[in-house]
């Protein structure tokens, strides 16, 4: 199992990114996604921002980044997304994805600076 985050970097306040995640190993297109984040100070609580359903790509999101960030995913590619608008100093974090229950190895994640 494997899991491969991309995309993240050094954006102003209300820029966008997008962030990528490439999965191997598991059947990919049979599981409920996530993305998760740990905030600067927060390395210990992980909290969950978006889900994306295996069956008809059904989403759910974080109040604070709905309407913001826009889960998605390519069943054809193994990989999940996750596109960031009008990006918040707040938004700062590493991201990372996993399943829904948080069952598969974590990847490294990519840290997302938004600068005020």
């Known amino acids: 199992v494997h899991l491969m985050e991309s995309g993240g970097g050094l954006v102003q306040s209300e820029g966008s990114l997008r962030l990528s995640c490439a999965a191997s190993?598991?059947?990919?297109?049979?599981?409920?996604m996530s993305w998760y984040r740990e905030a600067p100070g927060k390395e210990r609580e992980r909290e969950w921002i978006a889900s994306i359903n295996q069956f008809d790509d059904r989403t759910d999101y974080k109040k604070s980044v709905s309407g913001r960030f826009t889960i998605s995913r390519d069943n054809a590619l193994n990989t999940m997304y996750l596109q960031m608008s009008r990006l918040h100093p707040e938004d700062t974090a590493v991201y990372y994805c996993?399943?829904?229950?948080?069952?598969?190895?974590w990847g490294q994640g990519p840290q997302v600076v938004v600068s005020s």
């Open positions: 996993n399943d829904v229950l948080m069952r598969l190895t």
């Open positions: 190993g598991f059947s990919f297109s049979n599981r409920d």
